[in-house]
């Protein structure tokens, strides 16, 4: 039977995605001394170096987030409306980075910043010009799939009916490209959050975010705090997804899939 | 017409911002100064330096190993599990399909210390004797494979289920069925599931660090040690492995955007 195949797979994912998730869930719940608590929790909510890395990871990631798809848009918008001819191999143009190695593309940053001289300058603009670089392609990507399945003949109805650029733009376009704008944002603000090799190497290691917190915690094997904050960015996951349906839909494969 | 120049001026604008980094790494790769943007005249220094250093050399021979194995491993548990999760029914698709995605969407920190949580108790062990090259290949094929059933999943919703049918009816074993109709019908989903798997493999660092075994290092760990501070050591063959990698990828990109034509036509 051609269902049996899917048993090794499943084995595979309850041994290695699922159990995983639970020994972090135990972790995150019990104390040095595997007694049950909630002190990892209330450690999140009131110690300063959390907060911090939080609202460094909060803030970081939201404006590189909007720089991207403030670049990414426009970009995706031409691309996805000029010639079929010229489509591939200007979108291929702007993927192909994604293959290189992504410490050595930030490394690259690093040395061309220290060229520029900008490498001792402000710690946080190094990282988000870094994030940008990092993710534009994850954002750019699912817009692009987006704009193209793009229904024209609305477009045209819209100015056929009299409505403007603007209003059309506002109204139509924008509408309908909320789906690779929502999968886009969800494929840049996590990894802008969580990626310290960026902060690490453009902020020279003096922007502590939260997935470089999650590294302290687990290189001092303080396995429960990391636990207690990895639970919750998992949770902040699996809301966002669920709300976007992204469980569902391919947005996801779009941006990274859309490799190859 | 103005509008067509600005269009076309915006896209350059980005692509500068993205490869004028990778140009000075590439143009500087050719003298071999400490401090890039010293030019010491015309040299293939860094490249002799690069193929001499045999340390960099295996971390760049384990880094492919690593990509390739746990490429191939994937595409077999990830091609022979959307296939099974395909003809499986409406709630173990959807069960599965969900798992499936949670490595997808998770952030890579979290993933990476799961497993290494996992393994960590696993061996009941302290952190430093449960990274392994097994825990290591696992975390790779974790990252990995799920994108494998993405790639396969819509090739079998593309195929026409009638052949594998008439295969059946015409005496085919259901092996035979599922070699010569199946396979062959979803093959391209099988290799770019296997090309993403190994670009994604080779890409990765948090996973990597997190579960590989101490001394061992994959090109992405080797780099990240070498230039964060306080380190900071200069490697400057590092440019030259950039320009090759860079090299290999434009060759690469060139080809695909070639056989996509011929698909086309």
Redesign the interface.
Known sequence: MRKHLCIPYSVFLVLFVVAPIFIMLFYAFTDAENHLTLDNFALIFTDITVLSAALASVSVALVATLICLLIAYPVAYILARSGIKRQNALLILFITPMWINFVMRINALKEFFGLINLLDKSPYINTIIGMVYDFLPFMILPLYTTLLKMDKNLIEASYDLGAGKFTTFVQVILPMSMPGIVSGITMVFMPAMTNYVVSDILGRSQITILGKLIENYFMQTNWNAGAAISMLLLAIMFVSTWLTGGFKDDGAQAARGGLW | MVKKIC?YA??AL??L??????F??VF?SFTDTK???DWGGFSFGLYRKLFTNSHLMTIIGNTVLLAVGAGLISTV??T??A???F???KR?KAA????????????????A??????F??LSGL??GLSKTYFSLV??H??IT?P?V???VT?KLKQMDKNIYEAALDLGAS?LRA?MTIIIPEILPGIL?GF??SV??S??D??VT??TKPNGFDT??TY??NA????VNSQVNE??A??TI??LI??V??VL??IR??EAVK
């Open positions: 269009k915006f896209l980005v692509l911002f993205i490869y004028i980094p990778i000075v790494l500087f401090v890039l943007g548990l990830g022979l599990g296939i099974g999760i003809y499986s029914k173990t599965l399909g969900f798992l499936n995605n949670i490595p997808v969407v998770n952030a890579e920190i979290v993933t210390l799961s497993l290494a949580l996992l960590a108790m302290s952190i696992v975390a094929v974790v494979a994108f059933i993405l790639s819509p259901p599922m770019s090309m993403l670009t994604l080779l890409d660092y948090i660090a997190f090109i992405s780099v990240y230039v964060k501070v306080p590092l440019r492995l950039s990698i860079f990828i434009i690469v990109a695909m955007n996509k034509k």
